[in-house]
Antibody, heavy 116, light 110 residues
Framework: QVQLVQSGAEVKKPGASVKVSCKAS????????IHWVRQAPGQGLEWMGI????????SYAQKFQGRLTMTRDTSTSTVYMELSSLRSEDTAVYYC?????????WGQGTLVTVSS | QSVLTQPPSASGTPGQRVTISCSGS????????INWYQQLPGTAPKLLIY???KRPSGVPDRFSGSKSGTSASLAISGLQSEDEADYYC???????????FGGGTKLTVL
């Protein structure tokens, strides 16, 4: 069965970077886009960007341009989301999700807390 | 401020039918299909409706979706206590080249 398993919770100081992983299984990794979506406490969902595992091409929401990097490792079927220059407003649960003309499978979420 | 507009809350009694609306624009709902997600507290969103009206395997037929122009709606009939959750609409936006979401509707079963 399709599964996306994310890395564990992180606590970071303002100005630091965080790298969250998302390991895919149960399907052909290279043939589906992976998106990252975040959800601040008590808030709605916010799309961050997309990576195509086959070639590694990416596209990011304008809000995160310059701070967000998505990469992938095809040997381990894992995608990574790195967000730099963290500020308190980046405190959120970060989700990866598979795209099959809809976000059909989601990871369990990774809580990133930014606090001094 | 979310790109898609949903009412912040909705409610109903067990057995009732409730609808949740979602309003967008020509660059998202008007030109693409819409998906609905259910999010239970502390869990990841779960796909509920895709391509505006289709249900993934395992989703009860009590849930239905429709779309007209730049608006869409989710209907839940025969409301049950386990339907109490947050519901989000989503669509691809051709101008932003990304997914856009509604702000979410908190459904309370009275």
């Amino acid at each position: 069965q399709v599964q996306l398993v994310q890395s564990g919770a992180e606590v970071k100081k303002p100005g630091a970077s965080v790298k969250v992983s998302c390991k895919a299984s149960g399907y052909t990794f290279s043939t589906y886009y992976i998106h990252w979506v975040r959800q601040a406490p008590g808030q709605g969902l916010e799309w961050m960007g997309i990576i195509y595992p086959a070639g590694g091409s990416t596209s990011y929401a304008q809000k995160f341009q310059g701070r967000l990097t998505m990469t992938r490792d095809t040997s381990t079927s894992t995608v990574y989301m790195e967000l730099s220059s963290l500020r308190s407003e980046d405190t959120a649960v970060y989700y990866c999700a598979r795209d099959y003309t809809r976000l059909d499978f989601w990871g369990q979420g990774t809580l990133v807390t930014v606090s001094s | 401020q979310s790109v898609l507009t949903q009412p912040p809350s909705a409610s109903g009694t067990p057995g009732q039918r409730v609808t949740i609306s979602c309003s967008g624009s020509s660059s998202n709902i008007g030109s693409n299909t819409i998906n609905w997600y259910q999010q239970l507290p502390g869990t990841a969103p779960k796909l509920l409706i895709y391509i505006s009206h289709k249900r993934p395997s395992g989703v009860p037929d009590r849930f239905s979706g429709s779309k007209s122009g730049t608006s869409a709606s989710l209907a839940i009939s025969g409301l049950q206590s386990e339907d109490e959750a947050d519901y989000y609409c989503a669509a691809w936006d051709d101008s932003l080249n990304g997914w856009v979401f509604g702000g979410g509707t908190k459904l309370t079963v009275l």
